[in-house]
């Protein structure tokens, strides 16, 4: 018989048992409450036409939304290995946990990895290493070309651009305290200055995306008047002109409207309650030549604060027409920050996490060759941005021609986050990625900024004691022909014959 035929036959039984007891007054009124439910889930699973395994499999069709809706938590605790999982596997999520709780962070009985797979990398190390405590504990970069009346002197490595609305407030407070406590940057992301970024007076980077939120009329234009009020808070160190992002290049910035509070309403001048989306453009400037003056207009209004802008490369022409509209004003961004299209914290759709935009490897790479080429690297600080968890991520970096570090992913896990892929439905278990309340009191602020600046702490002391290892000083002696790469067994190649330097000024005309 099929499980429609035997579902019919228990409600009959069912049926009869509940009439009996009724009939007879009986006490066991406990039987209707289990068994009659039941009943009624399928009746209605027997009429019902949208589900076609409910239909056919009344009551017990249930069990598999159930267990695919439990398939996540089951694969990440029980099935995946330490070396498996995604987008970060379990041995980089404990790594960061540690360094964040100050506990052991090393590893017993050698590598989990495969360091015979094809694509397995690992940096050259020296015979003459150096000791760690005798070279620069917290190496710092400044950042400011000749018109920057501003410069910062930034850490090599900061917190990437996550918006207020995205995070919760608990968690925007909690990193920017733990900024200010380990001296480093949190960038605002595009949803504005909210005033968690200003009460613990952590350093800012404010980034400017196309909604212009924070500096926006109420048509949606940018407006001077607010750039110039908020870019002159003296927490706000530099200003970030987004023109893509790595997890939804050639697409706008989206908060869902379940986080669409009144406050980050107010915040951003939108309407509350309704999905915000960004235009996938700007309307300040639409050729380079125009992007460049409008970064010179910002530095004026910032007073000389360092101004630079982000992307994930798409089109490498248009990078290269944005480094000849340099050539030709004569003006010049501070930084520029190249992000990874192997995505980041925003919510996007499919296709373009998993199928646009160049990663941030080959645009790093593409991106300090082009600067070299037209001999602007000089005069400008490169940002990397992708998926950086590690010292030796940052190492690798480093040796692409990466002046500083931004990370995201790797900041909120050190602030709580488990990797439960909720950041999109606003029911982040751990109120990192949600606007409910009930879930975001669960993030204790003291406690989470003094585990990210512990975090920052560790994850560049392991990226020194690398500089010491291989008989280096400082970061920027750090070169592609020291990171190795797997082809397969037999072939090995390094960073710099896959990507090769080009020489300087050899692009000018």
Known sequence: MKAREYFIIFSIIVFLILGIIIYNNSNFIWLVIVFLPIVIIGIYDLIQTKHAINRNFPVIGHARYILEGLR?????????????????????????????????????FGTKMDVYRTGYE????????????????????????????????????????????????????????????????????EGGIAEYHLRHGGDLTWQIGTGYFGCRSKDGYFSEELFEEKSNFPQVKMIEI?????????????????????????????????????????????????????????????????????????????????????????????????????????AAPLEFSNSLGMPMRDGLAFAFNTLQGYDLKKDIKLIASGKIISGFHMARAFALGADLINSARAMMLAIGCIQALECNNNSCPVGVATQ????????????????????????????????????????GELTRSMIIRRQSLDKVVTYEEIFPYIAKGSLEQ
């Open 242 to 346: 987004k023109l893509s992002q790595g997890a939804k290049p050639g697409h706008g910035g989206i908060l869902p409207g379940k986080k669409n509070t009144e406050e980050i309403a107010k915040i951003r001048n939108v309407e509350p309650g309704k999905d915000v989306i960004s235009p996938p453009t700007h309307t300040a400037f639409s050729t380079p030549e125009e992007m460049m003056y409008f970064v010179q207009r910002l530095r004026e209004l910032s007073g000389g604060k360092p101004i630079g802008f982000k992307l994930c490369i798409g089109k490498k022409s248009e990078f290269v027409e944005i480094c000849q509209a340099m050539m030709k004003t004569d003006i010049k961004p501070d930084f520029i920050t190249i992000d990874g299209g192997e995505g980041g914290t925003g």
């Open 122 to 189: 690992w940096m050259e190390h020296s015979i003459y290493a150096k000791k760690a405590e005798e070279l620069d504990g917290n190496p710092r970069v400044l950042i400011g070309g000749k018109d920057c009346k501003q410069p910062y002197n930034a850490s090599i490595l900061n917190v990437s651009a996550m918006s207020f609305g995205s995070l919760s407030k608990n968690a925007v407070m909690a990193l920017n305290k733990g900024a200010k406590s380990g001296g480093f940057l949190q960038n605002t992301g």
């Open 72 to 108: 996540p938590e089951i694969m990440q605790y029980f099935v995946e290995t330490d070396t498996e999982g995604r987008p970060i596997n379990r041995m980089f999520r404990s790594i960061v946990y540690q360094r964040a709780k100050k506990s052991n962070d090393t590893t017993p």
């Open 436 to 475: 409910n309340k009930s879930l975001m009191k669960g993030l204790d602020v003291d406690d989470k900024a003094i585990r990210v600046a512990n975090f920052h702490k560790n994850t560049i002391h392991s990226f020194v004691e690398l500089l010491a290892a291989s008989g280096l000083t400082k970061p």
